[in-house]
């Protein structure tokens, strides 16, 4: 069974600045995929960024990137040049690829002040 | 493209009343996920289909729930009889052979 952990309930930055969300999972499984959701107030759930796990090269997306640490199993997303639109509900989440179904973490709420 | 379909967006129902929401995935994807949305639990995966079979229903919580993929452009979860526990945001998405996943705008789901 997967399992994937958000241990930060909430995080608040300020706008301009980097802010990184953290996340760990754990996945007996070999080949798998770990993404990043946003989730705005209009609660449409918005595909972020996305890491296969034998790519050893972190994913990079405009000004979203991750850390994939594959050992220690931890996928923490880096958003650089924090804008107010940026203000969501972020939800890292794995896949096999075996049997193709998301599981998500409980989610990290994102406020990005003014 | 116009994405994943969902009906309808609101849904307030009494306790007791069968309610259906409905699902169009993506052309051309073969996966169709349900979850369903609380602020307790988080984000739960109720069911999904390959190829319109279900292939995983152990995320159905009850017998009240149950849910259809009679082609490959519709699918259907129902909810008979409903109770207020079962308020929450219901998503569906569909995604072709997790290469990526697309999720509908979500139905959100009152019982009263």
């Known amino acids: 069974a997967q399992t994937v952990t958000q241990s930060q309930p909430e995080m608040s930055v300020q706008e301009a600045e980097t802010v990184t969300l953290s996340c760990t999972y754990d996945t007996s499984e070999s080949n798998y995929y770990l993404f990043w959701y946003k989730q705005p107030p209009s609660r449409q759930m918005i595909l972020v960024i996305r890491?296969?796990?034998?790519?050893?090269q972190n994913a990079t997306e405009n000004r979203f990137s991750v850390n994939f640490q594959k050992a220690a199993k931890s996928f923490s997303l880096k958003i650089s040049d924090s804008q107010l639109g940026d203000t969501a509900m972020y939800f890292c989440a794995s896949d096999t690829g075996a049997n193709s179904k998301l599981t998500f973490g409980k989610g990290i709420t994102l406020s990005v002040r003014p | 493209d116009a994405g994943v379909i969902q009906s309808p967006r609101h849904e307030v129902t009494e306790m007791g009343q069968e309610v259906t929401l409905r699902c169009k995935p993506i052309s051309g994807h073969d996966y169709l996920f349900w979850y369903r949305q609380t602020m307790m639990r988080g984000l739960e995966l109720l069911i999904y289909f390959n190829n319109n079979v279900p292939i995983d229903d152990s995320g159905m919580p009850e017998d009240r729930f149950s849910a259809k993929m009679p082609n490959a452009s519709f699918s259907t979860l129902k909810i008979q009889p409903s109770e207020p526990r079962d308020s929450a945001v219901y998503f569906c998405?569909?995604?072709?052979?997790?290469?990526?996943?697309?999720f509908g705008s979500g139905t959100r789901l009152t019982v009263v």
């Open positions: 890491q296969e796990a034998y790519k050893q």
């Open positions: 998405a569909s995604s072709l052979s997790a290469t990526g996943y697309t």
